[in-house]
């Protein structure tokens, strides 16, 4: 059994795999599920050493386990398509699984570039995420967003960052709102009732709560958009929810 597999769930990303997947190849392996793009990435994936396996998207969460069930390694290092492992990451990864570590997964600080800035403030300067782990020991979440990873077993932490390259647009920002609140109103929407109300006051409380309380004000203008941005999507959340209950009442009713 090999000791590293690089794991990647992709769909159209031909603008990020190839920084993703250069950046994974002290790697012993590299595993890319991909739900039928139509532009060059699986080609640029393959042309990286990757194995690639096709999979009409599922969601997620089962995009993300299926490709960890395929690695063939003892460790997995789960990355996202607009992610990149510093060289310094890459170094401590391999010093680490040179000698096999008691814990059985790792948190990893993420280095969010939030419309092509640094975030050096504010909540996503403190970004940690748990991208590396045995096999054995981890599991994607069952959700349809904000998934992550259940570990069995301790966690450690690395010191090195992973980059994230996030929201490069606004237009992006948009889109990944429209298509995160809508997943996750799906998975909400047989929990407490939500009122028009709570679409308009609670996100008033979000942006002051990132801007001011998090820090966010330190980050000049990408500071003000991310809190921004932020309150848009628990008020956009909040009306799917709302509107998705009230169906199901009517549909309950008749």
Known sequence: ??????????????????????????????????????????????????????????????????????????????????????????????????????????RIRRRNQFLGKWMRHGPWARDFQTRLFRKTNGRIARRPVHEGVQIDGDLGMLQNPLNHFTHQTLAESAQRLNRYTSLEATERVGGRKIRLFDAFVPPIAVFLRYYLVKGCWKAGVHGFLLASITAMYKSVLYLKIHFLQRERHVRESQ
């Open 1 to 106: 059994m090999s000791v590293l597999c690089a794991v990647t769930i992709t769909q159209n990303e031909e603008r990020n795999i190839t920084r993703c997947l250069k950046s994974v190849q002290f790697a012993d392996e590299i595993v890319v599920v991909d739900a039928l793009s139509k532009d060059r990435t699986v080609e640029l994936a393959h042309e990286l050493g990757a194995r690639v396996i096709h999979k009409r998207w599922q969601g997620f969460a089962a995009q993300k386990q299926f490709a960890i069930d395929h690695a063939t390694s003892e460790w997995i290092l789960l990355i996202d398509a607009d992610e990149e492992v510093t060289a310094e990451l890459a170094h401590e990864i391999s010093q680490l699984l040179s000698k096999p570590p008691m814990e059985s997964g790792f």
